[in-house]
């Protein structure tokens, strides 16, 4: 068991639609993370928070909008996503030290018709 | 900036083969380098890191060693087995602030046949 769990594990939205992808670990880690997995890329870092602040948004757009609640759990909200935005969305999670492993979750499969 | 790159897949080898996958990376100062494993269908799982020069980082069978001078971590496994056919990515930890980033390869698919 990884300790990072995401839900939904699968999810098909219209382009005007809201949905929001869910992360939570139980690790006791104080840094969380989204990633973007697209075919034939490499994995994209989205957004980091530590400590429940936003330490970086790597130019992501404005259609997708975190939220980190606790050091717990860890949001994204999608409203008017593109096709190109279907992907796999991974949730990450590490303790702050010098050498932190990030544990990562199954993943969200995201399509957008 | 920081970059990681990684032996362009597919790769496909017959079960109790050699396996070396490439990877090297540019980075300002002394990173952390992982291997991290995505099996089918999973998220990502770290397979093995290494946190200085000459460190060797194992984990079921697999060995990768940290080279500073060629500014390399080649993922190595003597005899694979079906069930390493997964993608493996190359990464570097950098800092930022009070996290700690990963940069990733773009990932090598592996497929071992029996």
């Known amino acids: 068991e990884t300790g990072v769990t995401q839900t939904p594990r699968h999810l098909v939205m219209g382009m005007t639609n809201k949905k929001s992808l869910k992360c939570e670990q139980h690790?006791?880690?104080?840094?969380m993370y989204w990633y973007k997995q697209s075919a034939k890329k490499p994995l994209e870092l989205m957004f980091v928070y530590s400590l429940e602040e936003r330490v970086e948004n790597n130019s992501v757009p404005s259609r997708f909008s975190p939220e980190c609640p606790n050091s717990s759990h860890l949001f994204l909200h999608l409203h008017t996503l593109q096709p190109e935005d279907s992907a796999l969305y991974l949730c990450?999670?590490?303790?702050?030290?010098?050498?932190?492993?990030?544990?990562f979750g199954p993943g969200t499969r995201l399509t957008v018709l | 900036g920081n970059s990681v790159t990684q032996m362009e897949g597919p790769v496909t080898l017959s079960e109790e083969a050699f396996l070396t996958i490439n990877c090297t990376y540019t980075?300002?100062?002394?990173?952390?380098l992982f291997w991290y494993v995505q099996y089918p269908g999973e998220g990502l799982q770290l397979l093995l890191k290494?946190?200085?020069?000459?460190d060797k980082g194992s984990n079921k069978g697999f060995e990768a060693t940290y080279r500073k001078e060629t500014t390399s971590f080649h993922l190595e496994k003597g005899s694979v087995q079906v069930s390493d056919s997964a993608v493996y990515f190359c990464?570097?930890?950098?800092?930022?602030?009070?996290?700690?980033?990963?940069?990733f390869g773009s990932g090598t698919q592996l497929t071992v046949l029996p």
């Open positions: 990450a999670s590490s303790p702050t030290g010098s050498t932190d492993t990030q544990y």
């Open positions: 990464a570097l930890m950098r800092t930022s602030g009070s996290a700690r980033q990963l940069t």
């Open positions: 980075a300002t100062g002394y990173p952390s």
């Open positions: 690790l006791g880690h104080n840094a």
């Open positions: 290494a946190t200085k020069a000459d």
